[in-house]
C-alpha cells in the first residue's frame, strides 16, 4: 500500500492523470489486498476504486457482479451462480443507486476504455463483460466528464498485457463443485522484442440451485501489439462472447420459470498510442455488436462504432492539460415488432487544466478545471462542466473537493417504446439529456507505511429523468423529463497490512436517497476481508453486511413506484490454497466455500441465492 501512496503523491507533483497510477499496480498486487487493490484520486479531483486480477482470484469469482459484490458504493443483483438473466435484477451492478433505470441506466461499461453495453436498450449486460483475462476493473463513482461522456458512473475492464521483458508466460485453471458448476479458463501473454501478444479465454456451465437456474458463460479475447520505436505504438483488441441463462422463475409463484435469455456479441479496437514525455495519448477505433433473445420475447440487436481520441500535455511545470474527442454512434434493431432505430450519434470533445503548486511545509495545491460538450444528431446539445481541488502534504496526506456534471442520454430505448406504444408518437425526439450535480469531498491518509484510510462525503441531485405519462398528469400520452431525486452518502475504507503475509480490509457506505423507493441502494453496507499466507497456504476471507432494500428496476412510466423490498443480510466466503511448485510458480491446489454460515437472502423477492456451496480445483502456470 506504500508503494501506491508514492505513486499517488508522485501523480500530483508531475500530474499525468489515470495514466501516472496505473504504472505501478502490478507491484501492489504483491501485497495481497483483500477485497479490492485500493483507490487513486486523479488530479482533478475525481475518485475511482481498482480490482485487480488478485482480487478476482481471491473472490473465487467468475463474472462482474462476483467480482464487485464487496466493492464499497457498488450494490449487485443476481438469480444463478453462473450466467445473468437479462440486464436487470437477474444479473446487474449498481454505483451509488445509480444505474437502476430500466430501460435505459445511468451508469455504463467499458473494456480498455471502449463502451459495451446492449446498445438498445441502454443498460450493461454482464455477460458481455468477462473478467478472466483482466487485469483489473476500474470503478468510477460519480459522472468524470475528464474520463468518459454521457453516463453518471462507470465500469471499465482493463484487458492484462504482456510485460516488458522478452518471454512467455501463462496461468490455466479449473475447478468445480455445488450445482453441477464447472468453470475453465486460460490466459497467454509474451513478448519478442518489439511484439507483445495476450490471448484469454474462458468457459463456465452450471446446473443452478434451483430448477431452471442453469446458465453458461464462453469467450475469448486477444491482443495484439507492435512498437514501431521508443515513442509509438500500435495494438488491436477482439473479444467474442457467447452465454445462456435461464429464469429460475418465483418460488412462490412460479411467474417465469424456464425462460431463457441467450446473448453473444464482440468487439473489435485498434489503438494508436504515444509517449514523448512532455505529451502521451492515444486514438482508437472500434466496433462492436451484440444480440440478446429472450424467450420467450423479444430478439435485441445492437451495432456500435466510433472513435476515442485523448491527448495529455505537460506544457508547463506542473501543468497538465488534458483533451479529446469521443465520437459514439448506435444503432438497433428488435424483433418480432419490426424495429430499426435511427443512428443515434453523440460527438463530445472536452478538454480539462489542472496546476500543481508547492505551497509550503510540504504541502501541494491542485486546483483543475474542464469541460465536456455534446452534440447528439438526434436530441438537444449539452454542456457538462467540472472542477476539482486537491489539498496534499508529501506521501501522508490529500484533501479534496469535487463538482462535476454527468449527462445521460434517452438512447434507443426511448424510440423503442414509443414503437411498441404507439401513442407516444414521436414525442422522445423532444426529450433532453438527464443530468446529475455531482459533489464530493474525500480524504486519504496514509497513517503508516502499512495503513491507509479513505473516506468520502457526496452528494447527487438527479434531474430530467425521462418518463413517459398518460393522461390525466398530462395533456396526451407523451415522453417528458419529469423526474426529479437526490442521493447523498459516504464511505469509509481502510487498508491495513498487519505483516507481509497477513492484510485486512474494512469498507462501509452509507446511502440515503429523496427517493423513498429508490432500488438497489441500501441504506448501510459493510465489507470485510483479510488475505493471509503462511509457507505454501494462500487463505482469503471476505463477508458483507447488507441492510434491507427496496429492489426492481425503476419504470420509466410516471407514477410508478417500487414497492418490492428484500431484507438485509450477512454473507461470507473463504478460498483457501496450497501452493504446489511443480505446478508451476503460481501453480496451486485451492478449495473455495461460499456462503459459508448458510445464510437465506435474496436480491428479488421469490429468488433466493444458494445456500452453503463449494467448488475445488487447480491452478498452473509457467
Do not use: C
Amino acid at each position: 500500500m506504500r508503494k501506491s501512496a508514492i505513486a499517488w503523491a508522485t501523480a500530483l507533483a508531475f500530474p499525468f492523470s489515470v495514466t501516472a497510477q496505473t504504472q505501478t499496480l502490478d507491484a501492489v498486487i504483491v501485497t495481497g489486498s483483500p477485497v479490492i487493490e485500493g483507490n487513486s484520486t486523479d488530479t482533478f479531483a475525481s475518485f475511482r476504486t481498482t480490482v485487480s486480477a488478485q482480487q478476482i482470484e481471491d473472490l473465487n469469482a467468475v463474472d462482474a457482479a462476483a467480482a464487485l459484490r464487496r466493492t464499497p458504493g457498488v450494490s449487485i443483483s443476481r438469480f444463478n451462480p453462473v450466467g445473468s438473466f437479462g440486464g436487470e435484477e437477474g444479473g446487474a451492478v449498481y454505483i451509488r443507486g445509480m444505474g437502476t433505470s430500466r430501460p435505459g441506466s445511468e451508469i455504463k461499461t467499458y473494456i480498455d476504455g471502449i463502451p459495451f453495453y446492449m446498445g438498445v436498450w441502454s443498460h450493461p449486460l454482464l455477460d458481455l463483460l468477462p473478467i478472466n483475462g483482466m487485469d483489473r476493473l476500474d470503478v468510477y463513482k460519480g459522472p468524470q466528464p475528464q474520463v468518459f461522456g454521457n453516463t453518471f458512473g462507470a465500469i471499465n475492464l482493463v484487458p492484462k498485457r504482456a510485460s516488458s521483458q522478452d518471454g512467455v508466460r501463462g496461468d490455466a485453471s479449473v475447478r468445480g463443485g455445488s450445482f453441477g458448476t464447472f468453470i475453465e479458463q486460460a490466459d497467454l501473454s509474451g513478448r519478442s522484442g518489439d511484439f507483445d501478444y495476450s490471448l484469454a479465454q474462458g468457459y463456465a456451465t452450471s446446473d443452478g440451485h434451483r430448477d431452471d437456474a442453469d446458465g453458461r458463460l464462453a469467450n475469448v479475447m486477444g491482443r495484439v501489439g507492435y512498437r514501431f520505436n521508443p515513442q509509438w505504438s500500435a495494438s488491436v483488441l477482439l473479444l467474442a462472447v457467447d452465454n445462456t441463462a435461464r429464469d429460475p422463475g418465483n418460488a412462490d409463484t412460479g411467474v417465469g420459470q424456464g425462460d431463457r435469455y441467450d446473448t453473444d456479441g464482440h468487439l473489435a479496437a485498434l489503438t494508436v498510442e504515444h509517449d514523448h514525455g512532455w505529451a502521451k495519448g492515444s486514438i482508437k477505433f472500434y466496433e462492436n455488436s451484440g444480440k440478446a433473445v429472450q424467450k420467450p420475447g423479444l430478439t435485441s440487436k445492437f451495432d456500435m462504432y466510433g472513435v476515442r481520441w485523448r491527448e495529455d500535455f505537460k506544457p508547463w511545470s506542473g501543468g497538465l492539460v488534458s483533451t479529446g474527442l469521443d465520437v459514439d454512434s448506435l444503432s438497433g434493431k428488435v424483433s418480432p415488432v419490426g424495429f430499426k432505430s435511427r443512428q443515434f450519434t453523440i460527438t463530445s470533445p472536452f478538454v480539462s487544466v489542472s496546476h500543481s503548486t508547492e505551497v509550503g511545509n510540504g504541502w501541494t495545491l491542485t486546483p483543475s478545471v474542464g469541460i465536456r460538450s455534446y452534440q447528439h444528431n438526434q436530441l438537444a446539445n449539452e454542456v457538462a462542466p467540472h472542477a476539482g481541488v486537491i489539498l496534499a502534504h508529501e506521501d501522508s496526506l490529500a484533501l479534496r473537493a469535487n463538482f462535476s456534471r454527468g449527462v445521460n442520454y434517452p438512447g434507443i430505448d426511448a424510440a423503442v417504446l414509443s414503437h411498441l406504444i404507439s401513442a407516444l408518437g414521436t414525442s422522445w425526439r423532444s426529450l433532453d439529456a438527464e443530468k446529475m450535480n455531482h459533489k464530493e469531498v474525500g480524504l486519504t491518509w496514509y497513517a503508516s507505511p502499512a495503513t491507509t484510510l479513505d473516506v468520502a462525503f457526496f452528494d447527487d441531485d438527479v434531474k430530467d429523468r425521462y418518463v413517459f405519462a398518460f393522461p390525466p398528469s398530462v395533456p396526451a400520452p407523451a415522453f417528458l423529463n419529469l423526474g426529479s431525486y437526490g442521493v447523498q452518502g459516504s464511505e469509509v475504507m481502510v487498508q491495513h497490512k498487519i505483516s507481509s503475509g497477513w492484510s485486512v480490509f474494512g469498507g462501509w457506505t452509507w446511502l440515503n436517497s429523496s427517493k423513498s423507493d429508490l432500488p438497489y441502494a441500501p441504506r448501510s453496507n459493510i465489507s470485510v476481508g483479510t488475505n493471509w499466507r503462511g509457507g505454501p497456504f494462500r487463505v482469503s476471507f471476505d463477508a458483507q453486511n447488507q441492510s434491507r432494500m427496496t429492489v426492481l428496476g425503476q419504470a420509466r412510466a410516471d407514477g410508478s413506484a417500487n414497492t418490492s423490498k428484500v431484507g438485509g443480510f450477512t454473507v461470507a466466503n473463504v478460498r483457501v490454497g496450497y501452493a504446489l511448485p511443480a505446478l508451476g510458480s503460481r501453480g496451486e491446489i485451492f478449495a473455495a466455500v461460499e456462503n459459508i454460515f448458510d445464510r437465506k437472502y435474496e436480491f428479488r423477492s421469490g429468488y433466493r441465492m444458494p445456500g452453503i456451496s463449494a467448488q475445488v480445483g487447480l491452478k498452473t502456470s509457467f
